[in-house]
């Protein structure tokens, strides 16, 4: 059984930054692919970033440049550095593991970008 657990969301100015951190449990980690997806009011969940088992990142192309996610394979830790944040960056982010068997969530941690 896995168990993803966000952190580091909040409020935060136009401009600003925030890091969201993702910590999983159990023992598939190191093999799964694992990233960050987000849900706006309205909108349907859209792809943040992703890194695979082997290290490969993919950005969503409104994403890249500001945000930069990393992987900790000793930790079972994966991190998302936002930077130049915009209004439109407000969303509940998620963390998403594809382990081999099946797909896992974890519970959303809110990210507020507002004056």
């Known amino acids: 059984q896995v168990q993803l657990v966000e952190s580091g969301g909040g409020l935060v100015q136009p401009g600003g930054s925030l890091r969201l951190s993702c910590a999983a449990s159990?023992?598939?980690?190191?093999?799964?692919?694992i990233g960050w997806y987000r849900e706006a009011p309205g909108k349907q969940r859209e792809l943040v970033a992703t890194v695979s088992k082997e290290g490969v990142i993919k950005y969503a192309d409104s994403m890249r440049g500001r945000f930069t996610i990393s992987r900790d394979n000793g930790k079972n830790t994966v991190d998302l550095q936002m930077n130049s944040l915009k209004p439109e960056d407000t969303a509940v982010y998620y963390c998403r593991l594809d382990g081999p068997l099946r797909r896992y969530w974890g519970q959303g941690t809110q990210v507020t970008v507002s004056s």
């Open positions: 159990g023992s598939i980690f190191s093999i799964s692919a």
